[in-house]
């Protein structure tokens, strides 16, 4: 897992999503709110329906590396802040992830955990419980279990099974490395067209044969 890890914090998530389309991007509602950030680790999940008990047990149980994957139901209300993303920065999580809304953005920037939300709002629950940890939960449209890979960056989240995200490696890997050969090729001055087959893919769709669009560096 450690190494699967280390290669995934070098990869773009757009370049795991175009190595297979299949795998599960969360609501693209839920963004980054630190900028140039890259997120990878083990899915720690954690209902927050309107309610903190349950962040205050995970943020005290869960494990370096991993990340808190948050459900608030849709609440309207602040699910984490500056204290937790200071906490999950000195125990070693590799970041927040919360679908809806956290709080403290100012001091979220200093302390520089990656924290991933729909927005902001100064408003926060009570912490009474009941406390739902480590269980299934619907997060951005997407079932996450406990110990699925989360990864993000400032294009979004994807979530899924290590073992899925695993085999998508392979490709991503090689798309970034022909995507740079074709960044370095365009700033020498060669057009985009002549870097790909956009010529003959476009008069086979036009012809309504069977044709695949891709870059030739």
Do not use: W
């Amino acid at each position: 897992m450690d190494e699967l890890v280390t290669r995934l914090t070098r990869l773009q998530v757009s370049s795991l999503s175009d190595a297979d389309k299949t795998l599960p991007v969360c609501d693209p509602a839920i963004r980054a709110l630190l900028p140039d950030v890259t997120l990878v680790g083990v899915a720690f999940t954690v209902r927050a329906d309107g309610d903190l008990l349950g962040m205050i047990d995970a943020i005290g149980r869960a494990e370096p590396g991993t990340v808190l994957v948050v459900a608030t139901d849709g609440r309207p209300l602040a699910a984490s802040g500056e204290l937790f993303a200071t906490e999950g920065r000195r125990r070693g999580l590799a970041g927040i992830v919360v679908d809806g809304f956290c709080r403290d953005l100012r001091g979220m920037r200093r302390v520089g955990l990656p924290v991933f939300a729909r927005g902001t709002t100064p408003a926060a629950g009570p912490a009474l419980g009941p406390v739902v940890v480590q269980e299934p939960v619907t997060f951005g449209g997407v079932e996450v279990r406990p110990d699925d890979l989360v990864v993000g960056d400032d294009d979004g989240l994807l979530i899924a099974p290590p073992e899925r995200i695993a085999a998508a490696v392979d490709r991503a890997e090689e798309i970034e490395r022909v995507e740079a050969e074709v960044a370095a090729a365009m700033r020498d001055g060669r057009s985009l067209h002549e870097l790909t087959n956009a010529p003959e893919h476009l008069r086979a769709i036009a012809a309504g044969e069977p044709s695949t669009f891709r870059f030739q560096p």
